[in-house]
């Protein structure tokens, strides 16, 4: 397994990185590989669009979520489609443009003669050019309405010079099996996705400064989760057997049946079941990480409904990393601790 280096984290939380730096150190850019493309807008401004639909309507009603999408949006959206007209070795697969960024995949199928991150910057100058003509013409309508007296106000002016993106974006490496449909799914999930946080935006954001028991935390989901009356610690040793660790999981989930917050960092293969188990019955769970969170870090899959129906609390005591990191026992005992702590009355 190739170890992957990712900026995503970085950029979203704003640092600013050259947009041609190399995105997964030692893997060669010019060679065949499929991948998920990330840009965001400038500002986070909604300029592609607008999510329009319920949460919970089924896929194909009338009421599912989807963008409507502006005439930037459109444009974007062309200069996508047209990298593999452009680009012959290289084949669409999908894009999900949202009303402040984009999500596509990209099947590179020859080895390019430039990396792909030349070619992704011949797209962004392609939105660039887009942009500014939309403006131009965004600004002629409104100095005429503001000479007829339909429109009072001056049109805004552009700060970034005509620049649609932030500088860089992320990429994501196709590496494992059911990877591509996982990816797919997410693309087609994000309006929905952006519905449940605008309904429910207090389970979604990232929370700094949580102080449990004079424990610091970052936290996404159900804090009030820590005020339950009952939380349980899940701590399996390794050396139980399939009946003993059968029996104690039977008695956890009966206790979360009866109102009963479970609590673990999930180390053990164990607990791993345990929390599983309780997650998929939709019982109530607060999950301990060693990996912190970005300032706009959600919850994936299940775990953002999970969040939104209010079972799941999510607590990292320590900083965010990029690096794909193997848990010290160190951390795995200090994580045991917490949960433990949070658990006391």
């Not at 935006?201 to 102080?211: A, E, H, I």
């Not at 309780?278 to 300032?295: M, S, Y």
């Not at 990393?321 to 702590?341: K, Y």
Request: hydrophobic share 35%.
């Amino acid at each position: 397994m190739k170890r992957e280096v990712y900026e995503s984290q970085k950029m979203f939380a704003g640092e600013k990185k050259p947009s041609m730096q190399r995105r997964c150190v030692g893997h060669d850019y010019t060679e065949r590989q499929m991948y998920m493309v990330t840009m965001v807008v400038e500002g986070r401004r909604p300029l592609f669009g607008h999510v329009e639909g319920r949460s919970d309507a089924p896929n194909g009603s009338e009421d599912a979520p989807r963008v409507v999408l502006t005439e930037l949006g459109k444009r974007v959206e062309s200069c996508w489609y047209e990298i593999a007209t452009r680009h012959p070795q290289i084949d669409v697969v999908a894009l999900q443009l949202m009303p402040d960024h984009l999500h596509g995949i990209l099947f590179v199928k020859e080895k390019l003669e430039r990396p792909l991150g030349k070619v992704l910057l011949g797209f962004k100058q392609g939105c660039n050019k887009a942009f500014r003509e939309v403006q131009s013409v965004a600004v002629v309508q409104q100095q005429t309405k503001q000479q007829t007296g339909q429109h009072p106000h001056p049109a805004p002016e552009d700060h970034n010079h005509g620049l649609l993106f932030t500088r860089g974006y992320n990429d994501k490496l196709l590496l494992r099996e059911g990877q591509l449909q996982r990816w797919l799914d997410y693309l087609k999930d994000n309006p929905r996705r952006l519905l449940m946080k605008r309904e429910r935006p207090d389970l979604f954001r990232v929370q700094r400064g949580l102080m449990v028991k004079g424990q610091q935390f970052s936290a996404i989901g159900n804090r009030f989760l820590l005020e339950r009356p009952m939380r349980l610690q899940v701590q399996c040793s390794r050396h139980l057997n399939d009946e003993e660790l059968a029996w104690r999981q039977a008695q956890w989930l009966e206790q979360a049946r009866r109102g009963a917050v479970l609590v673990s960092p999930c180390i053990s293969k164990g607990e791993k079941a345990v929390m599983r188990a309780a997650f998929e019955e939709g019982l109530p769970l607060i999950v301990l990480q060693e990996n912190g969170f970005t300032d706009l870090a959600k919850p994936g899959g299940k775990r953002m409904e999970a969040c939104l129906r209010g079972q799941l609390l999510l607590l990292a005591p320590w900083e965010h990393h990029n690096e794909h990191l193997t848990i010290s026992r160190n951390q795995c005992l200090a994580l045991n601790d917490m949960a433990r702590m949070i658990c006391e009355e």
